[in-house]
């Protein structure tokens, strides 16, 4: 036990009260005997639970609350970070201009899609379908040729000259000239249409036409590629031609003059270079198949087709 003087200079030094300072002399730690201690005099866990304690509440030897020293939250970084500025932002994001191999590099694309031989009921025939473009990917010059050579003679031959303006990723408005060159005289037409990919990857093309002596004529053409693999492609086609009135030197009767139906099937070699086999089926309407007949040709018939396509 220390001396009542040591205590006694310790309370002086802490501040304590007379009520601790005698406490503190009355406890013997050395004589106590713990065992004659009642049980409910010794403290209990219960009493005093650690988790309903009140850490806020804690008071020092002379009952004044305890402060719990919290370190405060630095209010600026140890390595400050400079401010943004116009000239950074200009770093990051730098102007950016179109793409020189899309935008102004100037392409072109030379297609092939029919150049067959048929067999037909009154002798064989040549027949080529041809489309291509020059310019870049908003505006572009389109040709379009197709005809038909049959016993040596050309029966039908047209070139059409059009300027493409995209309107949208898959479609192009198109505008221009077509001219006939047989059957009977050649004649210029005006050409307006719409052409592009419809739903489920149809390559579909309408146009409309204005000849001379106030003649109109509508075209619709659509073509599907089935991939049967990754190089043979089965190939369904179908064309339809509509007149506004009887052209009897050329053998056009008015509304729904002829169609065209066809299927090939081809594989492709190259990429660029794919023989075919298919067959053709051609019909006229109306005053169409009326010229026909007076002429000794048939209102329908089957061809079978041999040809290659390619592209360039």
Known sequence: MMPKNTLTLLAALLGLGAGTLQAAQSMDHGGMDHSSMPASSMPSMQDAPMQGMDHG???GMDGEPLQMMTPAAPTRSRTPIPELTDADRQAAFPPVAGHGVHDKAINSLWLFDRLEYQ???DGSALAWEMNGWIGG???RLWLRSEGERSNGRTEEAQIEALWGHAIGPWWDVLGGVRQDFKPGAPQTWAALGLQGMALYNFESQVTAYL???GQSALRLQAEYDILL???LILQPIAEVNLYGRNDPQRGIGS???ESEVGLRLRYELHRQFAPYVGVTW????GKTADYAREEGEDR????LVLGVRLWF
């Open 57 to 59: 509440q804690m008071t």
């Open 119 to 121: 067999d037909a009921d």
């Open 137 to 139: 990917d908003i505006d």
């Open 211 to 213: 000849g001379e002596g």
């Open 229 to 231: 693999t990754n190089r």
């Open 255 to 257: 509304g729904l003059s």
């Open 282 to 285: 051609n019909r006229s309407y």
């Open 300 to 303: 329908s018939e089957a061809r």
